[in-house]
């Protein structure tokens, strides 16, 4: 047998487990490439194998360099091809005898969007045999944190490597404090919004000089005047306080790259190969980031689904990867074959999501065989739901599957009060994604507070919070005075502590002031080993809150037991990082998300919102409120871009499914304080009837008897109205935009915006999408079908 056939069939051999798509992937390791990966098609598994191969045999399947092999060689690969040896065992010597241009493991970023993704992709990657030392794994979040810790300083803005991370309640606390100084009511302008605008401009790299105060008719615009403001202090006191909040972490790395030529030579050289998982839900500023790092070499691969884009709120691209292929002349390689889900479940997301114009041709199939219908059932309130959802899950278990099998999706965290309820009254375990997390309790956030004050000095958020937790007769006047001090003489908290002795404006408090800064400052000299937990330990002893929490009594003591916990995670932290100091801690804690801590083999029913459950998998699914103006939400309904985010939510929704589908309707509901009479979900009536079973808990039959005769017929007659009505509507429109085209310039009407100027017209999926410019209502995008427009 010549090398080149033994090569290629030791490799076909090696990554078995995968399939011809999945190989394909696998096997192109350089240059652009875009790995579409529809729901279930395994992408972890192409991840995972594409590195190894880059670790293990570099370039070999592609390269016809031919060897001269040992016959000690050609036996060693002939009994590994006959199953004589593991990929385990066999990984090194096989490397040794067909790696050509193998890729260092430190030339690898690999970019995840949870940590707990990171992890998994490291552990899968060293049960594969391959050597992980030296890989980036990591969120991006994680992967720039790593990166200005060693080059911040680099900006010259005055940011210290060990800066801290301010989370969403820190960032309100700054907006409140500066919103407070220039007397801003947050009548004329919420702190909630501002945070928001904020968030949106960083996400587009839009820093506070760039913030446009101009409003959708080309005027100032006084809210964004005054965010512009907020903004502008917001980020003054953050670079003061030695602080970066979650957008500046991708904002500044993208800043330093972009101003430091050298930084970025050091990285490009470092980063060799770039693979980005879950592109698709990307915003601009860490398109820039990646596109920036991929310079260098070209080498840039990215896994994602245009179809399960559904973080646009979050300032998410869909663009990113609908463009991807055009802008970085990549190589597309479509991943279609479903492993979780029946067919029957595939042909109704595949059903739904074609509605969608921002949509790339893909068709997932199973083999799973095609499996039951989905479930519609309708009831006449969310109570009647809710024990229908109890009963179904108990007869799951009865039929011996465990309550983790069970998830119930709801599109907004308000809908879950009826359903938790009801579990609970039935002895159905449950867990909520989404609710309380760890480090969001009280005590766990005063002393991460009392942690950050010791690693950063100057960390103003911070310090105000536990300066006087437990009580010390320190009051909002000598804070406001600390605060004037600190920023007055460029001095930390800690040093005004110490000094205050020294100090007019602070003299009077010196007594408690001195000895609690010099308590700070001695334990701030002890925060590079955190191997033993011990400084937590002394936080509690020497600032008496082991104290104060002893005389809460029982609620005193579970904190403390929540703060053992926190110490647990600091030790098993230092032993799974060796070297690391209480910065690198305080980093994993600020960017550890809900789904970091989700764990499938805990044996209960889970809840959780549509959004929290995409990348998880479960033997059934319920979705809750499956009714118009929830899911769609109302204010989505004259966005044809919203609605068509709402549709990839439901796509989502429905390939978590492996084998059993419930969508839940009621005919009333109380929700946010009113009832609610809605039509059953346009997402539903888009699944052709032949993938359904309909049943309506709401009709009345004339007697049991006729009821048992004729059960399905009053029950199915309510769902199939709605689903002829829905279809009559569709082609109602289609035929209203059939022989219509619009021009920029023409004058239309809306019948909700008014009249407006088509400022852009592009036809796309049958429709025209149009951007309009309304006399009142300013700039929006519409489609043609859903606007019911008008020429004016």
């Known amino acids: 047998m010549d090398y080149l056939t033994l090569k290629k069939q030791v490799l076909n051999k090696y990554f078995s487990r995968t399939n011809d798509m999945q190989k394909k992937a696998v096997f ?3 240059g652009a490439v875009l790995i579409v990966a529809g729901a279930g098609s395994g992408k972890t598994t192409v991840l995972c194998n594409r590195i190894a191969n880059m670790l293990l045999f570099g370039n070999a399947y592609n390269s016809n360099t031919v060897r001269e092999l040992s016959d000690d060689d050609v036996a060693f690969a002939q009994s590994f091809l006959a199953g004589e040896i593991d990929n385990f065992d066999a990984a090194e010597r096989l490397s040794e005898i067909f790696g050509e241009d193998r890729v260092k493991p430190w030339n690898i970023l690999a970019v995840t969007f949870t940590n707990k993704a990171a992890a998994e992709l490291k552990e899968r990657l060293e049960n594969m045999g391959a050597d992980v030392d030296g890989i980036w794994a990591a969120t991006f979040h994680s992967a720039c944190v790593r990166i200005l810790r060693q080059d911040i300083e680099e900006l010259g803005m005055g940011y210290k490597s060990n800066f801290t991370i301010y989370d969403t309640d820190d960032q309100l606390k700054v907006i409140k404090t500066v919103m407070k100084e220039h007397n801003i009511s947050d009548k004329a302008v919420t702190p909630k919004a501002v945070q928001n605008l904020i968030s949106r401009s960083k996400d587009k790299l839009i820093t506070p000089d760039k913030f446009s105060t101009k409003g959708k008719n080309g005027s100032d615009d006084y809210q964004l005047s005054t965010a ?34 050298d930084v970025l030579s050091h990285w490009q050289n470092r980063f060799r190969y770039i693979m980005v998982d879950e592109y698709q839900d990307t915003n601009a500023a ?17 896994v994602g689904d245009e179809d399960q884009s559904i973080y646009r709120f979050r300032g998410a691209t869909i663009e990113n990867i609908l463009s991807f292929e055009e802008q970085f002349g990549a190589e597309v390689i479509k991943l279609e074959q479903n492993y979780r889900s029946t067919a029957t479940i595939l042909k109704a997301a595949n059903a739904v999501i074609a509605n969608n114009t921002q949509h790339k041709d893909k068709n997932l199939w199973s083999d799973l065989g095609d499996g039951d219908k989905i479930r519609m059932d309708r009831f006449s309130t969310e109570q009647e739901e809710a024990m229908f959802i109890t009963e179904r899950i108990l007869d799951g278990v009865k039929q011996g599957k465990k309550y983790a099998d069970h998830v119930i999706l709801y599109r907004n965290n308000a809908q879950s009060r009826t359903v938790e309820t009801t579990l609970a009254k039935s002895g159905i375990p449950y867990k909520i994604i989404g609710g309380v997390r760890f480090y969001e309790r009280k005590e766990i956030k005063d002393i991460i507070a009392y942690l950050c004050v010791l690693n950063n000095n100057y960390d103003e958020v911070r310090f105000g919070r536990i300066v006087n937790e437990p009580v010390r007769g320190i009051g909002a006047a000598t804070l406001d005075e600390l605060n004037r001090v600190v920023s007055g003489m460029g001095i930390s908290y ?28 001695e334990l701030s000299q002890h925060t590079d080993d955190i191997s033993d937990g011990s400084l937590i330990d002394d936080i509690l002893d020497r600032f008496g809150y082991r104290e104060a929490m002893q005389r809460q009594g029982l609620e005193g003591e579970v904190r403390l037991e929540n703060i053992n916990e926190l110490k647990s995670n600091m030790i098993t932290f230092a032993k799974e990082n060796e070297g690391a100091g209480l910065s690198e801690f305080l980093e994993q804690v600020a960017l550890v998300s809900d789904m970091d801590s989700f764990e499938a083999d805990d044996d209960k029913a889970v809840l959780m919102t549509m959004h929290s459950a995409k990348g998880l ?7 809750v409120g499956a009714e118009e103006n929830i899911f769609p939400g109302y204010r989505s309904q004259f966005d044809p871009m919203e609605i068509e985010e709402e549709r990839r939510l439901a ?37 052709p009837s032949q993938y359904m079973a ?6 009345v039959t004339a007697s049991a008897a006729a009821r048992s005769a004729e059960q399905m017929k009053p029950r199915t007659s309510y769902l199939q109205q709605q689903q002829r009505s829905y279809h009559a509507e569709q082609r109602e429109m289609e035929k209203r935009v059939e022989n219509v085209s619009y021009a920029p310039g023409e004058r239309v009407h809306h019948g909700v915006f008014g009249d407006g100027t088509v400022l852009s017209a592009k036809a796309m999926g049958g429709d025209w999408l149009l951007e309009i410019a309304f006399d009142d209502k300013g700039t929006k995008k519409v489609a043609a079908k859903f606007a019911k427009m008008t020429k004016i």
């Open 228 to 261: 512009k403001t907020i903004y502008t202090d917001y980020q003054a006191r953050l670079e003061a306080a030695n602080a970066l909040d979650f957008d500046d972490i991708i904002m500044l790395t993208v800043k330093l790259f972009a101003h430091c030529p």
């Open 286 to 302: 860490q398109y820039k980031l990646v596109s920036l790092l991929a310079e260098g070499s070209g080498n840039l691969c990215v």
């Open 28 to 30: 192109r390791i350089n």
């Open 651 to 687: 796509y989502v929704a429905i390939t978590r499914a492996k084998r059993h589908l419930y969508f839940t309707c009621a005919k009333q509901r109380m929700l946010y304080g009113q009832t609610m009479r809605n039509k059953v979900s346009r997402f539903v009536v888009e699944i």
């Open 694 to 699: 309909y049943d309506d808990h709401t009709a």
């Open 617 to 623: 998998e479960f033997d059934t699914v319920f979705v």
């Open 494 to 521: 800690v040093q005004a502590m110490c000094e205050s002795d020294s100090l007019p404006s602070l003299s009077r408090k010196a007594k408690v002031l001195v000895p609690l800064g010099e308590t700070f400052s």
